[in-house]
């Protein structure tokens, strides 16, 4: 039977077309296991697609018809090749992270197929240093970047020793399925009871949740719509060609500056990403007076680790002010924590039905915008996207590899060509892995941003007296 998309998962599919692909990604880096033999990532291939059951979340793809009124749905592809959607990749030599970074590059701004489920993965071989990778890609309708995350945890361990992981698209049988659903407990009675009572709450709060936002985008406060982002020269129109830059800092060193600013870390990232995109706007010549806005995400997934099978989309999102017109550090890191403190003061106000359609509000004109064409002659509703997403805690292993690098890619708009996304992996004694995304041609020298990134955590370690 066929199964209706929720609003925001039908948005991703509409907005999409050959110079915005919508889909979400990570590239994780393993090292081989000590008795790996030279064969070894081919078996690690020919496992993938020796799948005998698919899970259903990776068999859907997108439908509709005259007898779905014109609505997107999901229905289960009953024509599923596991080797068109698992595939087999070796780098060039030397075989550096430079050329996966080049592979992925090209892979991700390479459009998911709508005839077929919206999902990839490549195994890659060539890397130095016994090392291979799986990049894996998902449609946003399909998941969320927070649910994308825990259903890639889904085939991690943390014992080095396992042997039985099985990959995150094979089907589960009933015990294993219900580890990986948010736990509730409550019957269907009592749980269509409260949604009830949820909807009415939100109905009757959005007038005042509206007004609030705002009347605080008008004040140029942290809410969810802003109204006073500058042109930068992010903003513009995009191909659907990709550029993609990633790399690791420690964790100890980002929270460092955090303990010793009475700040937190995901302000400590925005900091780093506000300081390098303020060195970049530089070295073009292009930083405008006022600063930058990103738009953040926020996950409303409810809490815990348990990975959701039944996919879709449940995320909110904050306009944070960077800023990125100030020449001191101290005061750039000082900016952020309190736009931030704003931000989650509003978002308090308001339930999660309230928030997410505050944040369609904020997000429509960075679709609406580029449908009409005029994302070039009006002000953009943001400047770019930084999204921190949590990762394993400890240290992990897919059947005795160990992950030694998790780095996400995600979406650059129309009209809004650098996207950054960060996951942190290993928990205090582990790293904070950055991916930048962008667009090949509207931003040019990509990797500039990482040394930018690395100039300004320094920076930021002299302020707080932890270098």
């Given amino acids: 039977m066929p199964i209706p998309l929720d609003p925001t998962s039908t948005a991703f599919l509409v907005a999409e077309n050959r110079t915005m692909p919508m889909h979400v990604a990570a590239l994780q880096i393993f090292r081989t296991p000590p008795e790996a033999g030279e064969d070894y990532v081919r078996s690690v291939y020919e496992q993938m697609i020796g799948v005998e059951e698919i899970e259903p979340l990776f068999l859907r793809r997108p439908h509709r018809s005259p007898r779905?009124?014109?609505?997107?749905?999901?229905?289960?592809?009953?024509?599923?090749?596991?080797?068109?959607?698992?595939?087999?990749?070796?780098?060039p030599r030397p075989g550096r992270i430079r050329e996966l970074l080049e592979l992925c590059s090209r892979l991700q701004g390479q459009r998911l197929s709508r005839e077929r489920p919206l999902w990839e993965a490549h195994v890659i071989e060539g890397l130095p240093d016994d090392q291979w990778a799986l990049y894996i890609k998902m449609h946003h309708s399909l998941v969320d970047g927070v649910a994308a995350v825990r259903l890639l945890r889904t085939m991690l361990t943390d014992d080095p020793d396992r042997r039985d992981v099985p990959v995150l698209w094979a089907k589960r049988d009933p015990e294993q399925a219900a580890t990986r659903r948010p736990s509730g407990g409550a019957g269907i009675g009592s749980q269509a009871l409260r949604a009830a009572r949820s909807l009415t709450a939100d109905a009757v709060g959005m007038p005042a949740a509206l007004s609030r936002t705002l009347l605080g985008s008008l004040r140029n406060e942290t809410s969810a719509v802003a109204l006073n982002a500058p042109r930068t020269m992010f903003n513009t129109s995009i191909t659907g060609s990709r550029r993609f830059a990633a790399q690791g800092w420690s964790m100890q060193r980002l929270r460092g500056v955090a303990t010793a600013t009475r700040t937190t870390l995901n302000d400590v990232v925005l900091a780093m990403c506000s300081g390098a995109v303020r060195d970049y706007l530089l070295d073009h010549d292009a930083l405008p007076d006022r600063t930058l806005v990103s738009m953040v995400p926020v996950s409303l997934h409810a809490g815990g680790d348990e990975a959701s099978s039944s996919g879709g989309n449940s995320v909110g999102s904050v306009m944070v002010q960077l800023g990125t017109?100030?020449?001191?550090?101290?005061?750039?890191?000082?900016?952020?924590?309190?736009?931030?403190?704003?931000?989650?003061?509003?978002l308090g106000t308001m339930t999660p039905t309230q928030i997410l359609a505050m944040s369609a509000i904020g997000l429509a004109p960075a679709v609406i915008n580029p449908a009409l064409r005029v994302h070039e002659l009006v002000r953009p509703p943001f400047n770019l996207i930084i999204s921190n997403v949590p990762g394993p805690k400890q240290k992990q292993y897919h059947n005795g590899a160990e992950l030694v690098g998790l780095y996400p890619l995600s979406i650059p708009l129309q009209g809004m060509a650098l996207n950054i996304t960060c996951a942190s992996y290993g928990g205090d004694d582990g790293e904070m892995d950055f991916g930048l995304t962008g667009c090949r041609?509207?931003?040019?020298?990509?990797?500039?941003?990482?040394?930018?990134?690395?100039?300004?955590?320094?920076?930021?370690?002299?302020v707080a007296g932890t270098r």
């Fill in 68 to 91: 779905t009124a014109g609505q997107w749905t999901w229905v289960p592809d009953d024509q599923f090749d596991i080797e068109y959607h698992v595939r087999h990749n070796a780098l």
């Fill in 325 to 346: 017109h100030l020449a001191d550090p101290a005061d750039r890191l000082d900016a952020v924590h309190r736009s931030m403190q704003e931000g989650k003061q509003t």
């Fill in 441 to 462: 041609r509207a931003v040019p020298s990509l990797q500039r941003l990482l040394t930018g990134l690395d100039e300004e955590l320094t920076r930021l370690e002299e």
